[in-house]
């Protein structure tokens, strides 16, 4: 294994997890500050606060199942149930984030806010196929596992 990639992932992981909750603690002063350079912010800030607020838990929500199944490849066990129902979840959050963000189309449309419901959406249906994958991978172990 190589094993400054492994660090340098688990590092980066456990990073934009813990940022994301304090950024989601500290939401809304960023937003009310960055409110002053945009108009939409200013005009719509509560709404605003509310789709980014739920859109940073469930990206945080992602995070936390990365991390989750990260810890299986350090256990050198990726071929778990767990890995499944994370992915399952991770698709699931995916699918939320981009359904939260086309709610903003409501409030206002600009190229940015496409591209992201589409990565997410995109996201979620990676998330969803790869569980079946695994689901798959881990009914073939389990048989293996039980012929030996």
Known sequence: MDY????????ILDFMFYAGIFTCVTLFGWIRLYSGYNVYFETFLYQLYVLFLL?????VLIIRELRKMFQTVLADDCFVQANVT????MGTYSFGIAIITAMRLLLYITPAVLIVILVFVIAGLFSKV??????????YKLENDLTI
Do not use: E, H
């Open 4 to 11: 400054k990639i492994i660090r340098f992932t688990k590092f």
């Open 55 to 59: 859109s940073g838990i469930l990206a």
């Open 86 to 89: 994370s992915l399952q979840k």
């Open 130 to 139: 790869l569980s079946y994958v695994f689901d798959r991978a881990v009914s």
